[in-house]
C-alpha cells in the first residue's frame, strides 16, 4: 500500500483537537495536507529516533488528550529502547503509528532490517507494549486504526507500506522548518491546555 493511502486513512480517524509528532522524511509533506485541524497541532522534532519518546512525554503530560506518534521503520530501529519504557508506561491516550517502508528513503534507499527478518509489532508486543499489530493493505489498517484510537488503551500499529513518495508541488510541500514547528506547536498546547509550556529569558 501507499503511505499518501495510509495518511488519508490515518487523518480520516482523528480529530483536529488530537496531537500529533511526526518523523522526518517521506511522510511529512503527505501529512501536511491531510492532518486533521490546523498546522499547529503537529510537531516533527527532526532527529530520528525521538519521535515517540517526544510523544510518550507528551502523552504522559496531558493524560486527557489523544497524542498519535507518526513513526517511521528507521526512526523506530534507532531507538529501539523506546518500546520498553512505552511498554511499562502503557498510556491510554497514546497511539504509535509506524510507516515501515523496510529502508531509509529519504537518503537513497539503503535497507533497514525490517526488509530481512525484523517484525516490530513483535518487538513492541516484546517490550510490554499492547494492541501491536501489523497492516498491509489500507482497508486493515482503517479497521485497526479506529479500533485503537477508540478503545482507551496504548496501541502500536505498523503499516506496511512501498517505497515511493507522491509528487507534491511545491506550493503543497511542507514550508517550515523545526524551529518553527517548535514554537508553534508550544504555544497551540498552551492556548489548547490554558498553560505556560516555555517562558523566553531576555
Not at 74 to 99: D, K, Q, W
Not at 160 to 179: C, L, S
Request: with cysteine.
Amino acid at each position: 500500500m501507499q503511505k499518501i493511502d495510509v495518511v488519508r486513512a490515518l487523518a480520516a480517524q482523528c480529530n483536529p483537537d488530537d496531537l500529533f509528532i511526526h518523523s522526518i522524511g517521506c511522510i511529512q509533506d503527505d501529512w501536511w495536507n491531510y492532518r486533521p485541524g490546523g498546522v499547529d497541532n503537529t510537531f516533527s522534532p527532526h532527529m530520528l529516533g525521538s519521535i515517540s519518546s517526544t510523544a510518550l512525554g507528551l502523552a504522559l503530560a496531558l493524560p486527557h488528550r489523544r497524542v498519535v506518534s507518526l513513526e517511521t521503520d528507521g526512526s523506530v530501529l534507532m531507538n529501539a529502547g523506546i518500546m520498553c519504557t512505552i511498554g511499562a508506561e502503557r498510556p491510554p491516550n497514546l497511539t504509535i503509528v509506524v510507516f515501515d517502508n523496510g529502508c531509509y528513503e529519504s537518503i537513497g534507499c539503503p535497507l533497514t532490517l525490517t526488509s530481512i527478518n525484523t517484525d516490530l509489532a513483535k518487538m513492541a508486543e516484546g517490550a510490554g507494549c499492547i494492541n501491536c499489530a501489523t497492516a498491509r493493505d489500507v482497508e486493515t489498517f482503517s479497521a485497526e486504526a479506529r479500533r485503537l484510537l477508540t478503545d482507551s488503551e496504548m496501541g502500536f500499529l505498523v503499516a506496511k507500506v512501498e517505497i515511493g513518495t507522491y509528487p507534491w508541488p511545491e506550493d503543497k510541500k511542507k514550508d517550515t522548518d523545526g524551529v518553527e514547528d517548535k514554537y508553534r506547536f508550544m504555544r497551540y498546547v498552551e492556548k489548547l491546555e490554558g498553560i505556560r509550556v516555555h517562558r523566553i529569558h531576555n
